[in-house]
Nanobody, 119 residues
Framework: QVQLVESGGGLVQAGGSLRLSCAASGRTFSTSAMGWFRQAPGKEREFVAG????????YYADSVKGRFTISRDNAKNMVYLQMNSLKPEDTAVYYCGAQTTIPGTYDSWGPGTQVTVSS
């Protein structure tokens, strides 16, 4: 089992930046991919950014391309999400997720961190 813990959320003005961190522990070697998701009030959880450990490819939702960057530190089992040019519509709880059992399915989640962007 993999444990994930997010940090770095907070309140920021529109146009500002935040960096989220995700610390992974446990059976991290069993993860095939990791990513960031978000859920705004009244909306479904949506994919934000992700990567597969075996490749250098990264993937982004259209809504964040050019503003958000996902990165990782393999040695520290850390995943980051650098968020620039934040907009009020980026306000959400951000979750770190991992694919551990079924390829293509995120089945491990952190508790989430709140990001609020004021206009």
């Amino acid at each position: 089992q993999v444990q994930l813990v997010e940090s770095g959320g907070g309140l920021v003005q529109a146009g500002g930046s935040l960096r989220l961190s995700c610390a992974a522990s446990g059976r991290t070697f069993s993860t095939s991919a990791m990513g960031w998701f978000r859920q705004a009030p009244g909306k479904e959880r949506e994919f934000v950014a992700g990567f597969r450990w075996s490749t250098s490819n990264t993937y982004y939702a259209d809504s964040v391309k050019g503003r958000f960057t996902i990165s990782r530190d393999n040695a520290k089992n850390m995943v980051y999400l650098q968020m620039n040019s934040l907009k009020p519509e980026d306000t959400a709880v951000y979750y770190c997720g991992a694919q551990t059992t079924i390829p293509g399915t995120y089945d491990s989640w952190g508790p989430g961190t709140q990001v609020t962007v004021s206009s």
